[in-house]
């Protein structure tokens, strides 16, 4: 009984998550793009260079420093939703999140072998995919679903819509 109420809420959680890993694996292409455009390549092998002379252990406040500089974004963002500026607000969130991921998503990049060193960060990295496999296969049958019910509603207004965006999504993932 407690399972079946709690359903909705594990979907949610696992929608979150999902939404989380799909700006990890799309935003480390696009910064690798900005890495390419800008000199950030020179700095990422410099990085790479000096994270090779840290032990693991400092190789994780390297990891964690983003996160720490962008936390007063985040509180910013929170500021303006106290004082009603919902457009700021939102705007401020979603650049910090994009940021922060992207930021985090490069960072990761350059100290992943050194992280997984750690026996209890390779176990949570390994527990983190497990977790990301779990919330695909329980949000997949929604996504079925809602393919479904697309593909049976051919004609009103809305499925096209719905259509347009499946058409973009596949569009944006032959492009990687």
């Known amino acids: 009984m407690l399972r079946r109420l709690l ?79 919902w457009k700021f607000a939102l705007a401020t969130i979603v650049f910090g999140k994009i940021v922060g991921v992207g930021v985090t998503a490069f960072i990761f990049d350059v100290t992943r072998s050194k992280l997984l060193q750690m026996s209890w960060f390779a176990w949570l990295y390994e527990a983190v995919l497990a977790l990301r496999r779990k919330a695909a296969a329980l949000v997949d049958p929604i996504k079925q679903r809602i393919r479904e019910i697309i593909r049976r509603n051919a004609d009103g207004w809305s499925s096209r819509v719905l259509r347009v965006i499946m058409r973009f999504r596949r569009s944006v993932q032959q492009a990687r």
């Open 7 to 85: 359903q909705p809420f594990w979907v949610l959680l696992a929608i979150i998550f999902l939404i989380e890993a799909w700006l990890w694996d799309h935003l480390e292409p696009i910064v690798a793009r900005i890495v390419a455009a800008i000199p950030l390549r020179s700095f990422k092998h410099w990085l790479a260079g000096r994270i090779e002379t840290l032990s693991p252990a400092l190789t994780l406040i390297v990891f964690v420093v983003p996160v720490v500089l962008l936390f007063p974004l985040k509180l910013i963002g929170m500021w303006l939703l106290m004082h009603q500026q």
